[in-house]
């Protein structure tokens, strides 16, 4: 998940801003950034020094490889994009609306900053780097390793986690089983570094699998394992643990990053090195990811997109597709924009909406806190009634939220995330019935709050009123969900008299709505005594 200190644009206008002062001009990518280095080992030496920490695992990633190459035609999808583009997303999916993600790891102990704490403390002169040596000493002394044996999850349990998600309103979860830090949360057989052989010594993310289903919910994962190749890069530009051998099979080869004018995420000017040894382990990890946790989705980060990606992702796609196609089980898998052939897997909007009704299901992500993904310290938190007028928003679009939690390191749902999530459940289930496996209708909506759309475009949104609509259908009946308590009559212009309306009931109460209709609309006059909600809900069935 990208850090939100770098991104206040979405990734497609800076890519627009890039090519607008001359990225293509005279067919040269100026603004290439290569910082100078304290350590002077080359591309090569430095993917070295990782084989080498990781060899005794080398027979592993190549059985791996094996069972990919033997799945990715076994089916009826092969590992190029042109095939891919025939993929079907699970009707599930469809239906549930909202799900939580879950960001939870080392970067959970010094909470601060967020969940790229494990860069930023490398970053010279930045908060985090400041903030690093005044708490815990200089990183030769103590370096992101370090945080390993603090990592006891003392206070996890899976089985609470899972009814709070219930409880929530959510239909699936998608933990994040390694974020950029290259840390597993599983019992991964192709790294030392992971929760089972390190820290807590518990496969964490088996046991969310197993509470996850066990509420009937689906179990889902993500993986940010491909920006790992140079996450840990600044560590290389003065003394630290970054440069020791020793720990190469934590930090990886660490890859000096190389990008372009349009910034961290102008994935057309990244020319950050990549070696096929590289992308050979991040398709073992994959599949070994999907093969011992079955999830129903797999999430990937937006450096998934990097151009040397281009062609071992198929592979991983039709194996995965394939494989649920044999099984007769669920695959989906989450991108970001630009990144997959359209249509060879679910686009994920990171914190912004799309502009109208999207032919294919999407998705949206955000967090429930404000300043990050990962939990820190005095954070403040998303109001239910902002969530559920975001969830109404993207349903209406054919999409689904997905709402991230950082737990605290040892285990706990922070209190603020606790509260938000129970309202919105409590909402939920007074009115889901406007959500969960509702489709489009001819418009997604009305009134006069323009939403933002785009990636990282939450921030200029604007507060909803009682003149804003969003619509659903379901099972031949019509959802109009408003955003604010109106006082009084209110107009839907949308349905006219060509839409004849036989009943309208505001969901919450047991009355009736009286209403009229013509060829202005329809006006609904709103019941004095209707209990408040974070959003009103009408059911309207016509003639």
Known sequence: MKSDDHHTMSRRNLLKGALGIGVLAGLGVPGLALAASNDNTTPVERDQQWLKATQKYAPERK???AEVDKGDTNGPFRPDWAALQAYQTPTWYADAKFGIFVHWGLYSIPAFGGEWYSRNMYIKDSAAYEHHIKTYGPHTQF????????????????????????????????????????????????????????????????????????????FALSSHRAEHDWFFDEGRKFPSDVSDPAHAGLYGPAQSRIIGAGGDVDLFGDYTYVSQDWLDDW????????????????????WIGQPSFRNTLPKFLAWYYNKAAREGGSAIVNYKLGEFADGAGVLDIERGQAPGIRKDVWQTCTSISDKSWGYIENDTYKSAEQL??????????????????????DGRIPDGAKDTLLKMGAWLKVNGEAIYGSRPWVTFGEGPTETASGTF???????????????????????????????????????????????????????????????????????????????????????
């Open 388 to 409: 559920i007028h975001l969830m109404a928003d993207v349903v209406s679009k054919n999409g689904n939220l997905l709402l991230n939690v950082g737990p605290h390191a």
């Open 63 to 65: 059985r791996w490889l």
């Open 143 to 218: 370096g992101y390793k370090d945080f390993i044996p603090q990592f006891k999850a003392e206070a996890f349990d899976a089985s609470v986690w899972a009814k709070l998600f219930r409880d929530a309103g959510a239909r699936y979860v998608v933990p994040v089983a390694e974020h950029h830090d290259g840390f597993s949360m599983y019992d991964s057989h192709l790294s030392d570094y992971t929760a089972v052989k390190m820290g807590p010594k518990r496969d964490l993310l088996a046991e969310m699998s197993k509470a996850i289903k066990a509420q009937g919910l689906h």
């Open 283 to 302: 398709l073992a990890r994959q599949a070994e990811l999907v093969e011992r946790y079955d999830p129903e989705l797999v999430y990937f980060d937006w």
């Open 457 to 543: 475009a939450e921030s200029k949104s604007r507060p909803y009123t009682a003149q804003d609509f969003r619509f659903t259908v379901k099972d031949d009946v019509l959802y109009a969900i408003e955003m604010t308590r109106p006082a009084g009559e209110v107009t839907i212009t949308s349905i006219r008299s060509d839409y004849p309306v036989k009943s309208v009931h505001l969901l919450g109460t047991d009355a009736s709505v009286a209403f009229r209709q013509t060829a202005e609309g329809l006006t609904l006059t709103f019941p004095a005594n209707a209990p408040e909600q974070l959003a009103y809900v009408y059911r309207i069935e016509t003639r």
